[in-house]
């Protein structure tokens, strides 16, 4: 592994990035597989109807849908390892930052001076595993950070709103 | 204390009646010929326009509009009781508009626009005046929001920043649309030529309303709109005021202008020419993107956008082109892109061919060859895209402001306020990675909820030091918030 995710005894990257919990890999391979479950229902379909849906290009349009599913069931089995090894985040006096990705690698950034709202989410998945999202709002798009554990979480929300509320204070 | 004027009830049954009439209408399918449909349209219509009429008339009484020394009091006294302030502190802009039934009433329609991104669709509240009432009270508003001392007739003497002549507007709609319209336009043509030849009179009708929705309303509506343009500038109050038959009249405060943007499509770029347009928060609807300067020739916008809206204007800016290496994602892309679409036409030409094995040589030989001429002209297209945004695209940072020039076909040169970022998002794919490049997507507050400009590739650290300034002048105080209230 790049030496960019090795974590010290505080748990944080040598950029001071923190990374994801090993449980966070768990829910990511749950979703995929409930994905998975649903792409091959509508292979299944396709299979089944094949004759109605590509009437006379059967044989092309099963191919097509073959490389297709593979292409995707590959995608689902690595996407979580690979998701999981290269999300970091950090949050500091002034800014938010979010790196992640899979094909295409993300950098967000937002000051914290721009942040409207902050909500914390826990779909049945995450709920499952103890984890939560934090959704941090601001008047131009919003930044995520995923599968965080519920404490964590919850601690992450408060003290953005509690730098808000002190920033608005400050301005009174 | 003041009401809309009564021709709001009129407007109101109109609407309706329209509305009502088109759903029945269209709902008749095959027994629209037999016209004995028109008594009970008719009576369905004089029924809702009857309803339409008394509850309009009760909610036109029922509210009232009071303009205090600090707020608007908006207070709704019908069974859904209302009562809505809306400061002035909060107002971004208060605009005039004016459609066929307000020349005909001799009134305007007030629009109070506030300082949001989630209702900016539309404004805030409208109120129907009589003229001259309504631009009385616009100038006293005007007073409290911008500071502004100057009246509407004294608006009215201030001369346009620059001469716009009606033969510009009409330049404008022809040569300004973006030019994926234009290319839909050539579509929808060669569509109807290929009707014509199969004698398909359902064919060349679709292939004439694409033709009419794609290309002909977009010309029409702007030349309509834009007619008789004139733009000033009033301490840091920008107005624009133009129209044929609707007469509009937008003002904002430079303040509330996140990015200004030299925008050159495809076809106005062949004739050195471009528009100005800036992104304004507090505008809503039609007006949330204005113009400030129609199509004119480039030097001549640039010489407007120092003059009119000089914050923008960093002199000190040493632009940087996107560098060479940018070539290989930008190509291998283009390359997936096209495996993906010559299969497709590949396969439609195959279908088709199969369609067609009951026609003529001649029907069969033009399908066939308008399917290869689909494939060339894609990997023609998709070359264009490539070199033009190599050649183009630039990237520079400047004391207040950054540019981005992105696009290919049609260019934009964006210059944007750092203090107006709310988040940047860099990014780099597989292949752009390989070479240390990314792109940036930067997120303002926009009239239309939030806005994304996206640049070129550039290298990976001078992008990510946009977000950087962004966070770094709020940290040193640079970022003064009260500028932009």
Redesign the interface.
């Known amino acids: 592994m790049n030496k960019d995710f090795d974590v010290d005894e505080e748990g944080l990257t040598i950029d001071g990035y923190h990374v994801l919990e090993p449980v966070s890999k768990k829910a990511m391979y749950l979703r995929n597989g409930i994905g998975f479950v649903i792409l091959a229902l509508v292979v299944a379909i396709i299979v089944v109807y094949r004759q109605d849906i590509f009437v006379?290009?059967v044989d092309?349009g099963m191919s097509a849908t073959m490389v297709v599913f593979v292409l995707l069931t590959v995608y689902l089995i690595v996407a979580p390892s690979v998701y999981y090894r290269r999300y970091r985040y950090r949050m500091d006096d002034?800014?938010v930052e979010v790196r992640k990705?899979i094909?295409?690698?993300?950098?967000?950034?937002?000051?914290i001076?721009?942040v409207h709202q902050v909500n914390v989410s826990r779909g049945p998945i995450n709920r499952r595993y103890g984890l939560a999202n934090v959704l941090v709002t601001?008047?131009?798009?919003t930044?995520s950070l995923n599968y965080l554990e519920e404490d964590l979480a919850e601690s992450i929300a408060t003290k953005l709103n509690e730098k808000i509320i002190e920033m608005l204070k400050k301005?009174d | 204390m003041f009401r809309n004027h009564p021709s709001v009830i009129l407007r109101n049954v109109i609407s309706a009646c329209v509305f009502i009439g088109l759903i029945i209408v269209l709902n008749m399918g095959s027994s629209v010929e037999d016209g004995g449909w028109v008594p009970y349209v008719a009576l369905v219509l004089v029924v809702v326009a009857a309803a339409v009429a008394v509850i309009s008339y009760y909610i036109w009484r029922k509210t009232t509009y009071t303009f205090t020394s600090e707020e608007i009091v908006i207070q709704v006294d019908t069974a859904f009781k209302k009562l809505n302030h809306i400061q002035y502190s909060k107002l971004a802009s208060v605009n005039v508009r004016r459609g066929i039934l307000n020349h005909l009433f001799g009134t305007s329609i007030l629009m109070f626009n506030v300082n949001s991104?989630v209702n900016a669709q539309y404004a805030e509240r409208t109120l129907i005046l009589k003229k001259e009432i309504a631009g009385r009270l616009r100038d006293e508003l005007n007073s409290m929001i911008f500071q502004k001392e100057i009246t509407l007739q004294e608006d009215l003497q201030v001369p346009t920043a620059i001469h716009i002549s009606n033969t510009d507007i009409i330049l404008h709609g022809f040569l300004a649309q973006p030019t994926i319209s234009s290319i839909f336009g050539v579509l929808a043509t060669i569509y109807a030529i290929v009707m014509i030849f199969f004698g398909s009179s359902g064919g060349l009708i679709s292939a004439l309303f694409l033709f009419f929705i794609g290309e002909v309303i977009p010309i029409v509506t702007s030349i309509l709109k834009y007619y008789n343009y004139r733009i000033y500038r009033v301490d840091d109050t920008i107005t624009i005021e133009c129209g044929m038959i609707n007469n509009y009249r937008s003002s904002f405060k430079v303040n509330k202008v996140n990015s200004v943007r030299i925008r050159e499509p495809l076809l106005a770029r062949a004739f050195h020419m471009a528009t100005l347009e800036a992104e304004v928060v507090g505008l809503a609807g039609e007006e949330a993107i204005p113009i400030l300067c129609p199509l004119k020739r480039r030097s001549e916008v640039e010489a407007l956008f120092r003059d009119i809206i000089p914050e923008f204007c960093d002199d000190s800016m040493e632009p940087v082109h996107q560098p060479r290496v940018a070539l290989v994602p930008m190509v291998i892309g283009q390359v997936i892109l096209a495996v993906v679409v010559i299969p497709i036409l590949y396969?439609l030409y195959?279908?088709l061919f199969?369609e067609l094995r009951g026609y003529d040589g001649f029907i069969a030989d033009l399908v066939s060859f308008g399917i290869i001429a689909a494939m060339v002209v894609s990997v023609v297209l998709m070359v264009g895209y490539v070199g033009l945004a190599q050649s183009h695209r630039m990237f520079a940072r400047g004391e207040e402001v950054f540019l981005f020039v992105h696009g290919s076909f049609d260019l934009n040169t964006e210059y944007i306020m750092y203090d107006k970022?709310?988040?940047?998002?860099?990014?780099?794919?597989?292949i752009a990675?390989r070479f240390g490049l990314s792109r940036c997507t930067v997120?303002?507050?926009?009239s239309t909820g939030?806005?994304?400009i996206v640049s070129g590739y550039f290298h990976s650290p001078d992008l990510?030091s946009v977000?950087?300034e962004?966070?770094a002048r709020?940290?040193d105080g640079r970022?003064d918030?009260r500028r932009f209230y």
Not at chain 1, 138 to 141: L, Q, S
Not at chain 2, 421 to 430: E, H, I, Y
């Open positions: 006379e290009q092309l002034d800014k990705g094909i295409t690698i993300t950098h967000d950034m937002v000051p001076e721009r601001t008047a131009g798009g930044v301005r | 991104s396969i195959k279908v199969v970022v709310q988040c940047t998002c860099v990014m780099s794919g597989l990675r997120n303002l507050m926009s939030f806005k994304q990510e977000g950087e962004v966070v709020i940290g970022y918030y």
